[in-house]
């Protein structure tokens, strides 16, 4: 599967747990949207990350990519520790300037 650097870089981040990679794949001002809650600005989706990776422990594996005109969408199989576990997530994301500027998780 071809993915952009941005998105390789942020699935090769989240698999190897460094919270600190997985933010500066963010622009500065960039938004989250996970579990209900939002996450404004790279060092709060930096705090988010590490908090997820320590209750969770997840990995996402791609399944597929699809770049559209204003949204990029990687579903992938998530596992870690939690209900349910594997399962397809969907990665909605907005890229600009080579850098992630939104991030929407959803089932």
Known sequence: MNLPKIVADLVKTQNSFDSVAYANCFSETAVV???GR?????KEIEHW???????YKATI??????????????????????EGSPII???????????????KVSG
């Open 33 to 35: 949207f996970d579990e």
């Open 61 to 82: 594996k791609p399944v597929s990519f699809e770049e559209k005109e204003t949204e990029s969408l990687l579903k992938a199989e998530t596992s870690g520790n939690f």
């Open 38 to 42: 939002t996450h404004n600005g790279r």
């Open 89 to 103: 997530l969907n990665y909605h994301l907005v890229i600009a300037n080579e850098l992630i500027q939104s991030l």
């Open 49 to 55: 990350i590490a908090d997820s990776n320590e209750r």
